[in-house]
């Protein structure tokens, strides 16, 4: 049996079963009280373990465990890790039945006998990849929630390998369990000073040895448009319909560079939303880049677009309201080259193939990063997640245990 197998797999199935799903349109952070119910079980099971320093931020629904270095003087650089608590809310979250499939032989998996609910591999060829490994599966009516459970089992897994290896050398090690990833929470209640590790890695994302330090640049913009109504009989040269401007400033988007049009590291306008009518229209979309450059082009677009329309329908009826929202974590990456270099040195010692591609998406690592905690992430493992075809191979866990364990060795060897 693979080292840490057991610990990882009992640790994801228990916490698959309590329900820590977040919401994406809330007003209040944290937007749900139930990731509580994970934060004070990861509190209590760090403090059973013997870790030094345990501390639940009730306020913020942060749990932080904390390793001080065992080495002479505290040596070694100290190193972080931080993975979320919550689940999405694409698929259901409560009452997950997770169950184990071992030796998987590929072929289509039966989730649910009842329902009939099937796994094939020709939608999710995936699968493939992991014949012969064991699975664990939910019932094909909820998520699994091994994002970011997957995560939260290896990193607890390896802390408690310190804790009954106290001979074996480490410099600080703080972990911290977050709320909110999935609700754009980028864990914003961290405390840098608690968490005391100037660096960490989040641990998070599909395929087992990905690691990732580029996201995209992200800015989000909102139109609004007023318009004049008035009866259709006498509207000639007075009517200003707001729908017409909505479609006028639709059609002066690049009519390609949309999120179904695009991949790799290509660009987009992705407009979420638009409601018009004659006396109102508002447009909602979003701005996304690799490119700091191209970011700016396409953000500069979108202002002129506003302009022109402004020019054309009086600025007083026309209003563009565009904000940053995230930057690419690469930025301060790196500046940080060691943090990359060590990492794939440890996934390269356990006997993987280091692997990269730029997220289309942010991070709490975008924002912990500009905040000046510098983050890049380590896949947790899982796959098809955010649905009901979730799935986590529990050698995958197991792996990444021992990556976390080989990062810790090379920080606690690198002088300060
Ligand atoms: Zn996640």
């Not at 660096?199 to 640049?217: E, K, N, R, V, W």
Request: glycine share 8%; charged share 25%.
């Amino acid at each position: 049996m693979m080292q840490f197998y057991d610990q990882v797999k009992e640790r994801m199935i228990r916490y698959a079963k309590i329900n820590t799903q977040s919401r994406r349109n809330s007003d209040v952070w944290p937007t749900s009280s139930c990731q509580m119910d994970l934060a004070r079980v990861l509190t209590d099971e760090m403090l059973k373990m013997g870790v030094p320093q345990v501390y639940l931020d009730e306020e913020n629904v942060i749990a932080y465990g904390l390793l001080p270095s065992n080495l002479p003087k505290g040596q070694g650089k100290a190193i972080g890790f931080i993975t979320h608590l919550d689940t999405a809310e694409d698929a259901s979250g409560k009452d997950v039945k997770p169950w184990i499939l071992k030796n998987y032989d590929g072929s289509d998996i039966l989730l649910n006998k009842e329902k009939n609910i099937v796994m094939k591999t020709s939608d999710f060829p995936g699968l493939l990849h992991y014949i012969g490994q064991d699975l664990i599966l939910t019932d094909g009516t909820t998520l699994l929630g091994g994002d970011d459970k997957a995560g939260i089992s290896s990193v607890m897994t390896m802390m408690e390998y310190y804790l009954q290896h106290p001979r074996v050398p480490h410099g600080v090690i703080s972990i911290a369990f977050t709320p909110d990833e999935e609700a754009g929470g980028f864990a914003r209640g961290l405390d840098f000073e608690r968490f005391g590790a100037p660096i960490a890695y989040t641990l998070d994302g599909d395929h087992l040895g990905y690691y990732m330090d580029q996201t995209f640049y992200a800015s989000g913009a909102i139109l609004e448009i007023k318009g004049l109504s008035v009866h259709t009989a006498t509207a000639k040269g007075v009517m200003r319909n707001a729908v017409d401007i909505a479609s006028e400033f639709l059609q002066m988007l690049p009519p390609l560079e949309k999120p179904q049009y695009t991949s790799g590291t290509e660009g987009f306008y992705h407009v979420m939303n638009c409601t018009s009518s004659c006396e109102y229209a508002r447009v909602e979309l979003i701005i996304r880049d690799f490119d700091a450059e191209k970011f700016e082009a396409r953000n500069e677009l979108v202002r002129s677009c506003g302009e022109r329309l402004k020019e054309k329908y009086g600025a007083e009826n026309i209003n563009l309201d565009l904000r940053l929202q995230y930057r690419n974590l690469n930025e301060v990456i790196r500046q940080v080259p060691y943090m990359i270099d060590y990492l794939k040195q440890a996934i390269r010692e356990s006997g993987l193939t280091p692997e990269t591609e730029p997220f289309r998406g942010g991070t709490d690592g975008s924002s912990l990063s500009f905040r000046g905690l510098p983050c890049p992430n380590l896949s947790a493992g899982y796959e098809n997640a955010h649905g009901r075809f979730e799935y986590v191979p529990i050698q995958s866990m197991a792996k990444n245990v021992e990556i976390l364990i080989r990062l810790c060795e090379i920080y606690g060897n690198a002088g300060e």
